[in-house]
């Protein structure tokens, strides 16, 4: 085929996609090795069957019972016809996916008498290696040319039942490895040796022919729905000849066995019929098989046959690895390190599939952090996937990481999907994306261009950092002021302004009554965030310090989501009012992966507002007050100073934050609570500049709310105008905020939240988009300055007793030149 026939087949899906795949509107979906996508017709085709026929549970003699079983032989009769695999030769045993498919392999082995030898390679999904759990022995093969060898020798192993598996194509990179394993394994010196196709990844992109049953392998496993998208179903393709391995199987259950005598004899008669028979034990998954049929026909209608399917993805590969693969820097160095098999070929689609394995390097060699593509991902709608990817063989091979890294990262807290994804100067995980049927060269573009648009850097940084003029100023007339004071009680909703005039009490751990309660999920207990609901941005709290009360209102769109429009809860801890603690202990918030204990309200009313507004069964939950001894999480710079001091820990450094607090992350030791520090404070100014870029490029302006900060900074509009002088406070080490003095504790760093706007709970582009490409330093973005109150040493002055602050106090900033300059701060500065 020449490249036009390719492009007239892609417009074509193009086209077809645009009714059939409704969902795919405005996102573009790129991983399809998690699953693939359902077609409307399929879905309609479906619900269609369910409306019009009565089907039973089958196995009895009723019409509803006898038209379900009829049904169902066909369908696995046709499933079987896909892979041109023989009912004389194949059964087909359903079973939820193919890791379930792989469990029932597994046990048939584990009860043989002597046990099993087990023998995987390296690229297998997890799933498979999880097998070598229940055998006796077992091996890992590092590489095709040991698979070869090992073939090629002498059987060692004895009477011992053995059986050898492989990924027909690995979930992680898409390399297709050999097919003709299991025959020649069958023809050599190893003939007694079983073997095990994981195929779950190569079907839904390629076909499968089984038509030769003696080259066949012993077992296939299948995930149906990453062929088409639904039902969740897998499959269990059997070699009629190697079914006697099942003979041995222990377990029965209802569906597998004839009669059961359990009282006084304990005796029973398995089912002795076809193998199906005899290993799907419980009810089959009868809608879901019904769906299966509509699935091939609908698939069949849409994309004629799997060659098609496999002829057009892999043309679409081939597009999407050489786009990624010219990406340069500026200075010519690449931008992609892609992680192919050398023994594959993008473009061949027997040697590999539509998925292309990555990591991106910055101009430097350096790598980009995983997370933050994924947040820009997320906001420019991609879906890919990063991380582990279920394949530990493939990726620790392809990273180059030791057993020792693994272990070493593991237990620094590294874990599948989290932040800190660079150790030691290597990634720990990758960015996958991956292809299906109804991708189309659009994608590939879109994808190639977001790489390009946010990673390829032409050499020139894309800021200078401005230089602040150094002139000291008495705080009595300084240029800057508070513009503006903000709490959020609830963590994640919206925040409360501190009205202008209201001294505001500052506490060791932040403004008062910031973040003092969340809500937390009814089930896991995990504290909520507007990442995942971003409906909490309509959750508007205020403190009423003339009622002492914390008052809860429902805004915009959840206004009309429940007839109670206002719930109130004193600000007082009053200990009635919360849920036994013995009987919640279990109940802890989890903020960010940290335990933290909360207390939950036991009021049905203030539960069920929460729950209906968000539509997550949740409770409202406090934390408790920070003085109560072992139960304070809370803690600021000074206090943990303070007892470093006083327990005469020596810390390197008398302050050892003037580093950015680490990832805007939970790791480092003064803000234990969450991911937020004390206070935050932004500049208007900066905040101007950013609006300023966003709108020039024809963005909506971010509102100061979206940063969630607790202080803005302005320039006093009672001063005469000046310049104004953003992100001057990258430089600043304290601030004097009216009698109060603060230290800047480092950076914030950003992710995709700033992007959800708090009047209506919308998720946009920016200002997320605009600041990563202004505000990128190290792979991070950062906007805002975490910040602690500093007690002045006097502690018997009102001032320290007491300490507040107020809309329009003046603010001094110290550079850290300054504050050797300034008798009370230079003692805190080395
Ligand atoms: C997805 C996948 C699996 C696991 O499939 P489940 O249906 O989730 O059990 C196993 N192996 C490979 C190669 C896969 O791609």
Redesign the pocket.
């Known amino acids: 085929m020449d490249e036009s026939t390719y492009i007239r087949y892609d417009n074509a899906i193009e086209e077809m996609r645009a009714h059939e795949y409704p969902m795919l509107q405005g996102t573009t979906y790129l991983d399809h090795?998690g699953t693939t996508l359902y077609a409307k017709s399929l879905i309609e085709r479906f619900s269609s069957d369910m409306i019009s026929n009565l089907y039973g549970n089958p196995h009895s003699a009723s019409n509803a019972s006898q038209l379900t079983t009829r049904r169902i032989e066909d369908i696995r009769l046709r499933l079987l016809g896909l892979f041109n695999a023989d009912p004389q030769e194949f059964d087909v045993v359903f079973v939820a996916?193919?890791?379930?498919g792989i469990k029932l392999v597994m046990d048939a082995f584990r009860d043989q008498e002597e046990g099993f030898w087990y023998g995987y390679h390296r690229d297998a999904?997890t799933?498979?290696i999880g097998v070598r759990e229940a055998a006796s022995e077992h091996q890992c093969f590092a590489s095709d040319a040991e698979v070869n060898n090992w073939i090629e020798r002498e059987d060692q192993v004895g009477g011992r039942a053995q059986l050898f598996a492989y990924?027909a194509?690995?979930?992680m990179n898409g390399r297709r490895l050999p097919l003709d394993w299991s025959q020649r394994i069958r023809t050599s010196k190893r003939r007694s040796v079983y073997t095990l196709l994981?195929a779950?990844?190569l079907v839904s992109t390629s076909p499968l022919n089984l038509e030769n049953s003696d080259e066949a392998p012993d077992f296939t496993?299948l995930?149906l729905?990453?062929m088409f998208g639904f039902p969740d179903l897998?499959a269990l393709i059997v070699r009629q000849a190697s079914a006697s391995m099942f003979e041995r199987r222990l377990y029965f259950g209802g569906g597998t066995v004839e009669m059961v005598v359990c009282l006084k004899e304990q005796w029973h008669a398995k089912k002795a019929g076809s193998l199906h028979e005899r290993l799907e034990d419980g009810t089959l998954p009868i809608h879901s098989i019904m769906a299966l049929d509509a699935a091939m026909s609908v698939h069949r209608e849409l994309y004629d046959s799997l060659e098609q399917v496999s002829k057009h993805t892999t043309f679409l590969a081939g597009q999407l690895y050489a786009g990624l693969s010219s990406l340069q820097h500026g200075n010519g160095e690449r931008v992609c390190q892609v992680y192919k098999d050398p023994a594959s070929t993008y473009g061949d689609s027997t040697t590999q599939g539509p998925i292309v394995a990555f990591n991106l390097r910055n101009e430097s060699s350096g790598w980009v952090s995983n997370a933050e593509v994924e947040k820009l991902a997320a906001v420019r709608n991609l879906q890919l996937r990063t991380g582990g990817l279920?394949n530990p063989g493939g990726v620790a091979s392809s990273l180059g990481l030791a057993p020792w890294e693994m272990r070493e990262n593991f237990s620094a807290g590294q874990r599948c999907g989290n932040d800190n994804d660079i150790i030691r100067a290597k990634p720990t995980g990758m960015i996958r994306v991956s292809l299906g049927a109804m991708s189309t060269l659009k994608d590939v573009n879109l994808f190639v261009a977001f790489v390009r648009e946010f990673f390829v850097q032409e050499s020139v940084p894309a800021v200078t950092l401005p230089i602040t003029n150094s002139e000291v100023e008495a705080p009595t007339q300084s240029r800057l002021h508070v513009e503006s004071l903000s709490v959020y009680p609830i963590k994640s909703c919206a925040g409360f302004s501190v009205p202008p005039g209201a001294p505001w009490e500052v506490r060791p751990e932040g403004l008062a009554w910031d973040r003092e309660w969340c809500l937390v999920h009814q089930g896991t207990g995990a504290a909520l965030s507007q990442k995942r609901y971003p409906k909490m941005a309509l959750i508007r709290p205020s403190i009423d310090l003339i009622e002492g009360v914390l008052r809860i209102n429902l805004v915009g769109a959840l206004r009309d989501t429940t007839t109670i429009q206002e719930v109130t809860v004193p600000l007082s801890a009053d200990p009635r009012l919360f849920l036994d603690e013995d009987l919640y202990k279990d109940a802890s918030a989890r903020v960010c992966g940290d335990n933290v204990s909360a207390k939950t309200y036991r009021s049905g009313k203030i539960s069920s507002f929460f729950s209906h507004a968000l539509g997550v069964a949740c409770h409202l939950a406090r934390f408790p007050a920070v003085s109560s001894g072992s139960g304070s999480t809370r803690h600021s710079k000074a206090h943990l100073q303070k007892y470093q001091k006083a327990s005469g820990t020596q810390i390197p450094g008398a302050f050892p934050v003037a580093v950015p607090i680490a990832p805007g992350v939970c790791v480092s030791k003064p803000i234990l609570l969450s991911n937020e520090s004390p206070i935050l404070t932004i500049s208007r100014s900066s905040l101007n500049r950013l609006n300023e870029l966003i709108k020039a490029d024809g963005g909506k302006a971010a509102q100061a709310e979206v940063f969630r900060a607790n202080i803005v900074v302005a320039e006093n509009p009672a001063y005469p105008p000046g310049l104004e002088d953003p992100y001057a406070e990258d430089d600043w080490r304290f601030l004097q905020i009216g009698q109060q003095y603060f230290e800047m504790l480092g950076a914030c760093r950003r992710c995709q939240m700033v992007c959800i706007d708090q009047q209506t709970a919308e998720k946009n582009q920016e200002p997320f988009v605009t600041l990563s490409k202004t505000r990128r330093f190290d792979g991070r973005v950062f906007f805002g300055e975490h910040t602690c109150h500093l007690p002045l040493e006097d502690a018997s002055s009102p001032l320290v007793q007491n300490p507040s602050i107020t809309v329009g106090d003046a603010v001094r900033p110290f550079r850290e030149d300054d504050a050797l300059q300034d008798s009370r701060l230079h003692a805190f500065v080395i």
């Open positions: 090795a996916n193919a890791t379930a999904h799933s498979l990924p194509q690995s979930n994981d779950a990844a496993v995930s729905y990453k897998g279920c």
